[in-house]
């Protein structure tokens, strides 16, 4: 099956003007190897940094660029890396496209190949998942509502594949429910959550998109009315996904993650205040939290996580000087503590999730670049 992806793969590949992923492996893994047997000897900045630049070149599934979030925040790292999820691979082309640049052409590519050739061969050329019935050996492979939005979200960053963004944006337009919301559809984790948060960020990064008519203010405002009357009594959102302590700090993470960059209050006028108490609240619930009872892991990944949430709160402005005096504190004393726990952690301890979180909030862009600038040029 792997032979048979790669041969595909290296055929996109050349059609496209970029290496195949076989001709890619070949040029990199040495690199990697050295990289892996270097690991303990690296600055914990190195680590991170270095991680996420050779996560790609390991196998076919890891073109993808991408690991299984819901997998990583419960410790089953090498599930995560065999199943991929195109939310992760979303972070990885962010941080490729501002810290890589150019030299991260190949690994990008690889990406998108990687979920073209999963993707349905005509419209609405949704992202199939393979669905197996042990009890009588079949396979099925269904469409995936929730990653076949994500992988739009990529192909818009990038500009590739307009013609795919054009029928995922028909799709949601023309399948919003009358409360906001879109039907979680059909994966291996369903959350409807999810699902709404990557459609409003694939439509705010389409809404200059011609060829589909639309009011997509519209469409974002009822989305944004949905997430905002889904907040839980705790003033948290929660996956449906997960029956553990730390489900919505950890969907509260990734709503402010992905959302606050897009300046929702445009559209929203109370999206500001939302933020501002979802921020305090993943601070209070991180404080009711006895730490010290729970895996050191697990709570590396969901600090790190809230740390990603506040920081991006902070670059962008959103918190009154009371609010940002709490997060400030927040972040330095998970420094400290997440600097000393690197030093001690293992090649085999880290994800690649976990790192794309990782990098900004404990590094700083000047750090990631100077990385980039010395190690991989």
Request: hydrophobic letters at 40%.
């Amino acid at each position: 099956m792997i032979t048979t992806i790669g041969i595909i793969i290296g055929i996109i590949g050349i059609v496209v003007g970029f290496p195949p992923f076989i001709e890619f492996v070949k040029l990199h893994k040495k690199k990697k190897n050295k990289f892996k047997q270097r690991f303990s000897k690296l600055s914990f900045s190195e680590k991170i940094v270095l991680y996420i630049w050779y996560f790609p070149v390991e196998n076919q599934n890891q073109s993808s660029w991408a690991v299984k979030e819901s997998q990583v925040i419960l410790g089953n790292l090498e599930n995560a890396k065999k199943n991929p999820g195109l939310g992760i691979a979303i972070l990885s082309i962010e941080f490729a496209l501002t810290y890589f640049k150019e030299q991260a052409n190949s690994r990008i590519l690889n990406c998108i190949n990687w979920g073209i050739i999963r993707t349905q061969k005509k419209e609405p050329y949704f992202i199939l998942y393979e669905k197996r019935d042990e009890s009588i050996t079949k396979i099925e492979y269904v469409p995936d509502f929730r990653h076949t939005i994500a992988f739009g979200i990529i192909l818009s960053k990038t500009r590739r594949k307009l013609s795919h963004i054009d029928e995922y944006l028909k799709y949601l337009v023309n399948n919003q429910h009358n409360d906001g919301g879109w039907t979680a559809g059909k994966g291996h984790t369903i959350s409807e959550l999810f699902s709404c948060i990557y459609a409003i960020e694939l439509i705010v990064l389409n809404r200059t998109n011609k060829k589909v008519k639309s009011n997509y203010d519209n469409v974002i405002k009822k989305a944004v009315i949905w997430l905002v009357n889904n907040i839980s009594n705790d003033y948290l959102w929660k996956s449906n996904v997960f029956d553990e302590y730390w489900d919505m700090i950890f969907s509260s993470t990734w709503v402010l993650n992905r959302l606050i960059p897009l300046n929702l209050e445009e559209l929203y006028e109370n999206w500001s205040d939302i933020v501002n108490k979802i921020s305090l609240n993943l601070l209070d619930n991180h404080q009711k939290i006895d730490w010290n009872t729970k895996d050191k892991f697990q709570k590396f990944r969901l600090e790190t996580r809230i740390a990603a949430a506040l920081y991006k709160g902070q670059a962008f402005n959103y918190y009154n000087s009371e609010i940002n005096e709490q997060v400030e504190s927040f972040i330095r004393e998970w420094k400290e503590r997440t600097i000393i726990f690197m030093q001690e952690i293992s090649f085999d301890d880290l994800d690649l999730a976990t790192s794309l979180f990782l990098a900004e909030p404990l590094l700083g862009y000047e750090i990631i670049n100077d990385i980039v600038e010395k190690k991989l040029k």
